[in-house]
């Protein structure tokens, strides 16, 4: 009996202390050397007994949310204390360079390769004084987990292929989207908007990636000017596209996607479209991470603020904690636009009841 109370007593302090360690509700968070940690819209590499989070380095005033840096990089073994490892992907001065200082690039997310041995960063990126327009999927690699990363590309994927959900009555591309009497809205869901850039490559927004069981890895995108996901198959050094992908929840404009793999189910959260504003979460279930996925509504639990909010936040990641079953934390990012430096992170416990991912805010 004695035992079992210390096995329990032991479980709660180890509970106890992933909490303290891990969850943050968006206020200020220092690293090793006291400064504030900018890495937003971040994604977490594991590897070896250390946590790598790569992030949006963000600026001060209203250009504040443009690539004047690069992507930052802090590493930490125990999620709570993280060292700034520097910028590991470098903006350039070089107006020729799509990667020009005062480009976007937003959501960078880092995953490993054991054939290449290499580490492949995706990211949205955005081109210098073209706004979201050009909406393509940046990549850059690194031999080491702290870069530094080579830029590599920059392109909008699938071009030339269907996605594979996709009715054959469709599969024709479409130069003119002015067919009179269809809303906007209505391209956006019936597919009109795949046909139209079926040639020059699919637009690819908000993004993460997923690396399955199989090591088979998987870019996430808001494409279809946010209308549609797409999920697409990338190729086996994680260097490119293989053209399989599939739509996501047709003209349901979701964004922010993350993913996490749960009990042989993989369970994506996304949010709405309200640009830095915040809404309500969006949680969906699938058996194949291709889908297709059934919504499960909204999986905050908290005040009604907090649920039309998300906790006042946007979600980025969704991180499997190491060595601790089943311990999931839902990261997000409490975006402050008119001074983009100060925006904070939201990293709370995700948790399952009756099969559906709960969110919650830590006590
Ligand atoms: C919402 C996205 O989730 C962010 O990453 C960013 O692209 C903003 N929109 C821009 O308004």
Redesign the pocket.
């Known amino acids: 009996m004695k035992k079992v109370l210390m096995i329990f007593t032991l479980f709660f302090l180890c509970l106890a202390g992933v909490k303290a360690q891990v969850f943050n509700s968006g206020t200020a968070w220092l690293d090793t050397n006291g400064q504030p940690i900018n890495a937003h819209?971040g994604g977490i590499l594991y590897q070896k007994g250390t946590y790598y989070w790569y992030g949006e380095f963000k600026g001060s005033g209203k250009d504040g949310?443009k690539a004047k840096h690069g992507v930052s990089c802090y590493s930490s073994k125990d999620l709570k204390n993280w060292k700034n490892e520097g910028l590991v992907l470098k903006v350039v001065n070089d107006t020729s360079s799509k990667l020009q200082i005062g480009c976007v690039i937003?959501?960078p997310k880092v995953i490993y390769n054991h054939s290449t041995r290499k580490y492949a960063m995706w990211f949205?990126h955005e081109l210098k004084d073209q706004a979201?327009k050009a909406a393509l999927t940046g990549l850059a690699i690194a031999d080491k987990p702290t870069g530094p990363f080579t830029y590599v590309k920059s392109l909008r994927p699938n071009n030339n292929y269907w996605p594979v959900n996709y009715p054959d009555s469709l599969k024709k591309p479409l130069a003119n989207l002015d067919t009179p009497g269809e809303s906007y809205k209505y391209r956006k869901s019936n597919g009109d908007l795949v046909r139209r850039d079926f040639e020059g490559g699919q637009m690819a927004?908000?993004m993460t990636l997923y690396v399955d069981d199989d090591r088979t890895a998987y870019h996430i995108a808001a494409s279809e000017e946010n209308g549609t996901l797409h999920i697409s198959k990338l190729s086996p050094d994680y260097q490119s596209f293989t053209g399989e992908y599939y739509r996501v929840r047709p003209g349901e404009s979701n964004?922010?996607p993350a993913i996490v793999k749960h009990q042989n189910k993989y369970y994506l959260i996304t949010?709405g479209?309200t640009?830095?504003d915040p809404n309500p979460a969006r949680a969906f279930v699938a058996d194949k991470i291709t889908g297709p996925y059934k919504s499960l509504g909204n999986p905050a639990v908290g005040t009604n603020e907090e649920k039309a909010t998300t906790f006042q936040a946007?979600g980025t990641y969704i991180l499997p904690v190491q060595g601790k079953r089943e311990t999931y934390v839902f990261m997000a990012d409490r975006?402050k636009p008119k001074n983009p430096i100060d925006g904070t992170y939201v990293w709370l416990p995700l948790t399952f009841e009756n099969s559906k991912p709960v969110i919650k805010m830590f006590e």
Do not use: V
């Open positions: 819209g949310n937003e959501r949205h979201y927004r908000d964004e922010a949010s479209t640009g830095w946007q975006w």
